[in-house]
């Protein structure tokens, strides 16, 4: 017996118009191109894990995915009714990133994965000072082992040359965005679950990494 496959979600005009926005200013400034976006699912929840190199990673994602897109973003930008609804309505979701355990925002986040929403992601946590990569956190592997969701390794070419974290305004280039194929973690899940807390716990960090492997290997042809 086959799993129907999940209802693809359409896109609201609001949203589509912001994307078309930007996928205009960015393919005039950076001659903003998009690979692989047919691997991303049509439907159902899923994790979009990206590097993070610039201040354009958010709005390169959104405007690269074929799909609508939530993001995560730290609770102190949601000031004011307007600038909090605006926000919302791009599918941004108010997390604490003070360090602090966050549950109300991981139930939020796992929220939107069941309900069938595509979730961007930076496994890295925070921008690169360097352009290279990070170490992913365990954040990733825990939303991914608790929503039971695939994740889509994206990379992004050009970025950081492009607005680096320490720049105070872009430079023109060339920015490429590259969605990789599915990754799925079922069985990995189900065997540390079988094992106990203490291998769940590792297996967080694991699925990170691996996740970041993938980012890493993705390359433009």
């Not at 004011?80 to 139930?107: E, Y």
Request: some cysteine; aromatic content about 8%.
């Amino acid at each position: 017996m086959t799993t129907a496959a999940p209802t693809p979600m359409p896109m609201r005009p609001w949203y589509r118009l912001a994307q078309v926005t930007a996928r205009l200013l960015y393919g005039s400034l950076f001659n903003f191109r998009i690979h692989g976006a047919d691997n991303v699912p049509p439907g159902g929840g899923v994790l979009l894990a990206c590097n993070h190199v610039s201040f354009l990673d958010p709005h390169a994602v959104g405007a690269g995915c074929p799909r609508e897109a939530c993001f995560l973003a730290r609770k102190t930008l949601f000031v004011g009714k307007l600038q909090s609804a605006l926000l919302r309505s791009w599918n941004v979701v108010p997390v604490d990133l003070s360090g602090k355990p966050d549950i109300t925002g991981l139930k939020a986040v796992l929220d939107r994965l069941r309900r069938g929403y595509a979730v961007t992601l930076f496994p890295e946590g925070t921008r690169t000072h360097d352009g290279g990569f990070q170490e992913a956190k365990p954040g990733v592997g825990l939303l991914v082992a608790k929503a039971g969701v695939p994740v889509v390794p994206v990379r992004l070419f050009g970025a950081y040359e492009a607005w680096p974290r320490n720049q105070k305004l872009p430079r023109r280039g060339q920015v490429d965005i590259l969605f990789g194929k599915p990754l799925h973690y079922d069985a990995m899940i189900a065997d540390a679950r079988a094992k106990g807390a203490a291998a769940m716990k590792d297996v967080y960090q694991r699925i990170a990494d691996d996740v970041m492997e993938h980012i890493k290997a993705l390359r433009l042809d």
